[in-house]
């Protein structure tokens, strides 16, 4: 079993910055990826970000290219997510996720285990 807490959310004016952190704790040995998802009200939960150590490689959604960036510290017990240029449509609650097992990284279906979010609110 992996736990996941997320923390690091809040209000921000549009054109801010967050930093958002995933503390893993439990078998964390057997991780092969973490990402960040994150769900609008109303909507389905979208893929944000992606590390993939063992591929050593990180994915992005087409909206947050360029202005989020995901990284894993090196005993791969936190997982940070740093959002930056901010847009209102950026709030959402987010969700930290690991997955033991292989599949479509960018799926919410692919991971295993899931924090409880954090809510990120974007001012316009």
């Known amino acids: 079993q992996v736990q996941l807490v997320e923390s690091g959310g809040g209000l921000v004016q549009t054109g801010g910055s967050l930093r958002l952190s995933c503390a893993a704790s439990?078998?964390?040995?057997?991780?092969?990826?973490m990402a960040w998802f994150r769900q609008a009200r109303g909507r389905e939960r979208e893929f944000v970000a992606a590390a993939n150590w063992i591929a050593g490689s990180s994915f992005y959604a087409d909206s947050v290219r360029g202005r989020f960036a995901v990284s894993r510290d090196n005993a791969g017990n936190t997982l940070t997510l740093r959002m930056s240029f901010l847009k209102p449509e950026d709030t959402a609650v987010y969700y930290c996720?690991?997955?033991?097992?292989?599949?479509?990284?960018?799926?919410?279906?692919?991971?295993?285990?899931w924090g409880q979010g954090t809510q990120v609110t974007v001012s316009s």
């Open positions: 439990g078998r964390t040995d057997s991780s092969t990826a």
């Open positions: 996720a690991s997955r033991v097992r292989s599949g479509n990284i960018y799926r919410p279906d692919s991971y295993d285990y």
